[in-house]
């Protein structure tokens, strides 16, 4: 199996995982209002990265790819925002948030990677198909 078929399965794993641990910091908020309106925003956001992901690989076309993995990245920004919020408001401590949000980090730069290699792919095939 090459690399660029192991990829997606890795990626799909990653994300599934990073959604359990952030229905697992849901499930641990304590159960003050603040933290319930915070803690859904970010369940929300969290669990939506992987399901994007999902959607792109099923897409019709590069374009479509690249715009699901791009909603999944807005959706890693909105998260990574809430989990400032938990920390900065003092609900959960910045040590205890710190795996998580490195990982929301780490998501993002692989969205990113995987977003600019779809883009330039697909402008060399334009650039291919135009001088044909």
């Known amino acids: 199996m090459s690399d660029t078929k192991q990829q997606p399965r890795d990626l799909k794993d990653q994300t599934r995982e ?4 952030v229905i697992r910091l849901y499930g641990a908020l304590p159960k003050k209002t603040e933290s319930q309106v915070i803690g859904r925003q970010v369940l929300r956001s969290g ?4 399901a994007n992901y ?3 690989l099923r897409a019709r076309s590069k374009t479509e790819y690249a715009a699901k993995l791009n909603l999944g990245l ?6 990574l925002y809430w989990l ?3 920390e900065h408001a003092q609900i959960i401590s910045g040590a205890r948030l710190a795996g998580l949000m ?4 780490e998501l993002s730069a692989i969205f990113v990677t995987l977003i600019k290699q779809t883009r330039t792919a697909a402008k060399l095939r334009t650039k291919v198909q135009a001088e044909s």
Not at 47 to 50: F, L, S
Not at 74 to 79: P, Q, S, W
Not at 102 to 105: A, D, M, N, Q, R
């Open 18 to 21: 990073f959604a359990l641990r």
């Open 47 to 50: 669990t939506a990265v992987g």
């Open 54 to 56: 999902r959607e792109g």
């Open 74 to 79: 807005m959706e890693l920004e909105e998260t």
């Open 84 to 86: 400032e919020l938990l």
């Open 102 to 105: 490195g990982e929301t980090s």
